[in-house]
């Protein structure tokens, strides 16, 4: 398996200024697994070259199934338990920079002790999407072979769970947060400050004497952009410019999976400044996607032929022929 994504599926409640809904197909992995999904299979490739771990419940709709096999994904390191799959309810204002939570229902995921299929302990990438930290542990010690690991976390589990949350950094190559995340995590108001703390690991448990943070780092700024801190330099880009913001669910996890979708058959990217500026690029259009759409609604339509134009106007924009 080329990517293996770990994280949440879940049924999303979302009310924003432009839109609602409930009973949305949604969480971490699928956001992540559709958007890498996109840029990974082809038609006339089997098997599929993304797969899921997750678990979700008794009432997870056959329907919702079939979205996520139709895309590409491969859904053996999902099980299905007895209870509700997760569920999330929030509501955006405003700008929509921010989201008020309104509840949470961890529901199946409570106890859930993933197993990686046996096939699948290799990956090119494993990726750790927003889940509790001791889970992200658990499943990185189940995959030694992993060539790139990679992990996103929440505010939640960086201030309740901060001793397992410092562990699972220090065992990735690469940390896709965002800047309050960083910031918390720290303790420092200053950006670049924070992420040198953080890569050090002097801001994580136990200090630099406990061992460094990840090698690499990746700041996900909302409507600012993104700014990453590389082995091989620094890249800093603006967010894509778009006037349709109907929905920001998942555009964290939506960029991320298809960054790392970019870094796939790439040996040694990290270190490459060029690879991780094109993977940057399309992560950035991608999640404008499903920022322009109600839940999945907009990275599950993407079409290839106006997803390339954009990336060509956005390129335009960044001084990148």
């Not at 490739?45 to 994904?73: C, N, W, Y």
């Not at 494993?126 to 889940?131: E, G, K, P």
């Not at 950035?284 to 060509?312: F, K, N, Q, W």
Request: include cysteine.
């Amino acid at each position: 398996m080329d990517m293996v994504i770990v994280g949440s599926i879940s049924y999303d409640d979302i009310q924003t200024p432009e839109a609602s809904g409930s009973d949305l197909l949604g969480g971490a992995a699928v956001y992540a697994g559709l958007a890498a999904s996109h840029h990974l299979v082809r038609a006339d490739e089997k098997p599929t070259r993304v797969g899921l771990v997750s678990a979700v419940g008794d009432d997870f709709e056959p329907h919702d199934q079939m979205v996520l096999e139709k895309a590409g994904i491969n859904l053996a390191g999902v099980v299905r338990r007895d209870g509700s799959t997760f569920r999330w309810s929030g509501r955006y204002s405003g700008a929509m920079e921010s989201v008020e939570t309104l509840a949470t229902e961890v529901n199946v995921l409570a106890d859930f002790k993933p197993e990686i299929p046996s096939h699948w302990s290799d990956p090119e990438i494993l990726f750790c999407a927003s889940t509790h930290p001791a889970t992200q542990v658990v499943v990185l010690d189940q995959c030694p072979g992993a060539k790139l690991t990679v992990l996103d976390s929440f505010l939640f589990w960086i201030e309740t769970e901060f001793e397992t949350v410092s562990e699972a950094l220090r065992k990735v190559d690469l940390a896709i947060l965002n800047e309050n995340e960083v910031c918390a995590l720290t303790g420092e108001a200053i950006l670049p400050r924070a992420m040198k703390a953080l890569m050090s690991g002097a801001a994580l448990h136990g200090g630099v004497g406990a061992g460094s943070g990840p090698r690499a780092l990746i700041i996900k700024r909302g409507g600012s952009g993104v700014l990453a801190q590389l082995p091989c330099g620094a890249i800093a880009l603006p967010a894509h410019p778009t006037d349709k913001i109907v929905d920001p669910t998942g555009c964290g996890d939506t960029f991320a999976g298809a960054l790392l979708a970019h870094l796939v058959g790439r040996t040694g990217a990290l270190n490459d400044i060029d690879v991780m500026r094109r993977a940057l690029i399309h992560a950035t259009v991608t999640a404008s996607y499903t920022l322009g759409g109600l839940g999945i609604s907009g990275i599950a339509s993407m079409d290839r032929g106006a997803y390339h134009a954009r990336v060509d106007r956005y390129r335009r924009i960044v001084g990148m022929s």
